[in-house]
């Protein structure tokens, strides 16, 4: 009976190891407030990511993005990787400024900004 105890408590605490380590792996690399890994959201005017994670926006691919009828302040998570930045852009191909790093939000007003480009990280 001792036997079966302890073989039974050796397979909780692996089966506990095994779903602690799965779950620390998905964190890292994973979705931010709702945004996919590998992507760059807008949220809505005002809203707060962690509190309502449903970006209006996602891009997935580099290259100019037109952004239509954003006003205001909205936060910008750019969740790309291997130092994938964000540019702001004030027209559709270019005048942009400011880049957000990767794993990195912002909170912009988007009123001036026509277009995000996506690009590479450039050493």
Not at 36 to 50: L, Q, R, S
Not at 52 to 76: D, L, T, V
Not at 98 to 121: A, C, K
Request: hydrophobic residues 35%; proline residues 7%; charged residues 15%.
């Amino acid at each position: 009976m001792r036997r079966l105890l302890r073989g039974a408590a050796a397979l909780a605490l692996t089966t506990a190891a095994v779903l602690t380590g799965a779950s620390q792996a998905q964190a890292e690399g994973g979705a931010w407030d709702g945004c996919p890994y590998g992507a760059v959201c807008i949220y809505p005017e005002n809203v707060t990511p962690a509190n309502n994670p449903n970006p209006s926006h996602i891009f997935y691919s580099y290259g100019f993005h037109p952004i239509y009828n954003q006003y205001r302040n909205h936060w910008i998570l750019n969740n790309q990787y291997d130092g994938a930045l964000v540019e702001l852009c004030e027209s559709v191909n270019g005048d942009c400024h400011d880049s957000i790093p990767p794993q990195e939000g912002w909170f912009v007003d988007l009123t001036p900004l026509n277009s995000l480009n996506l690009r590479e990280h450039y050493l």
